[in-house]
């Protein structure tokens, strides 16, 4: 069983490639508002890397947000047209909780206009509801917990983890799409604040 995973929901470029229970091939790349140029050279010579063919690929599994409003849908889009054409599964994985992996932590990640995606994870579990939230409000809240993700948000160093490792740490939460056309990016904002931002 070979799986793909993807994301491209906020600054990184994230390519991986499982075998049964292992990663045998991944790209994490900073590329912020790069990764629709680069997924397909990139994912190209992963498969060439391994030795794969497009058509070994059994299933994908992707996040679905929250993220750039652009980013979520590129790894989205190119997983449904796939995933329809070869009618293989696709699967979905929070992209907070695909940052945390099996952490005791706090995730953040830039939601633009001062304002952070958020949520507190122990063992792959959160441990409150994910929100949009000010950065100001975010740092007056935050004691002593491990940030993971954009920590300079908050006057804290950046901490970023092994995302591919964490979409097959996390195996158990990807959620299975019954219909590839209905899946959609989880937003925690209006679509509008998104229109506006430079």
Known sequence: MITLCMDTSHIYLVLALIRDDRVIGSVQEECWKRQSEEIFPKLIALCEEQ????????????????????????????????????????????????????????????????????????????????????????????????????????????CWPDIAANFLILKDHWKKAENVHLVVPEYLKPSEAYLIQK
């Open 51 to 158: 030795k794969i063919q497009p058509e070994d690929i059994d299933q994908i599994v992707i996040s679905e947000g929250p993220g750039s409003y652009t980013g979520v849908r590129i790894a989205m889009t190119v997983a449904k047209v796939v995933c329809a054409m070869r009618k293989i599964p696709l699967y979905t994985i929070g992209t907070l909780l695909l940052y945390a992996g099996n952490e005791d932590c706090r995730v953040l990640t830039d939601a633009r206009g001062h304002r952070a995606y958020t949520c507190r994870f122990r063992n792959g579990e959160a441990l409150e509801e994910q929100r949009a939230q000010e950065c100001a409000e975010i740092a007056e809240l935050i004691k002593d917990e491990k940030i993971i993700g954009d920590g300079h948000l908050i006057g804290k160093d950046d």
